[in-house]
């Protein structure tokens, strides 16, 4: 028995479609795979990320507790009487609270992690930008930012609240 040309073409279609559909199940296997991966690799990254800030807030924490009497004076609008080596402490807790917020604000604009900073009102950042000043401590841009839209959003929801206040007539 004698193939003819058209015979070994459709012998060559058939190999080749079978190869194709090899070829396919192969790659829908890999993206699989690869999907897999970047999703466990998503995970370890968030995990990392919000333990990062777990270590941050108790280093910081600690910070503040080993400096407790130098914050409430600070805070009690007597920095001027401290002392040069307790000013430059609490310059240096500062800045690492400033560092703080803006990795904060950064990590929670990438969709990283849920904004702490959400639950601080205006006012109570207000709080934290005078020790910043007080203490020559400049924040970031992104924290300046932050805290102008914030208190945008902050007008827009009172002043929707007023609006919604029935006025009663005199």
Known sequence: M???IADL?????????????FTLVYLAIQVRHSRELLERNEKLSLGQAFQSRIDARRDREKIVISMADIVAESQAGQYSELCDADKLKMRTLASLWADW????????SLGFTSALNDEVTTAQFENILLLWKTAGVSPSARVLRWYEKKKKD????KDKKEQQTPRVSE
Not at 9 to 21: D, M, N, Q
Not at 154 to 157: G, H, Q, R, S
């Open 154 to 157: 902050e007008d827009k929801d």
């Open 9 to 21: 073409g459709s012998i060559g279609e058939l190999v080749g479609s079978i190869a194709v559909l």
């Open 101 to 108: 917020w803006d990795n904060n604000i950064y990590q929670s």
């Open 2 to 4: 004698q193939l003819s």
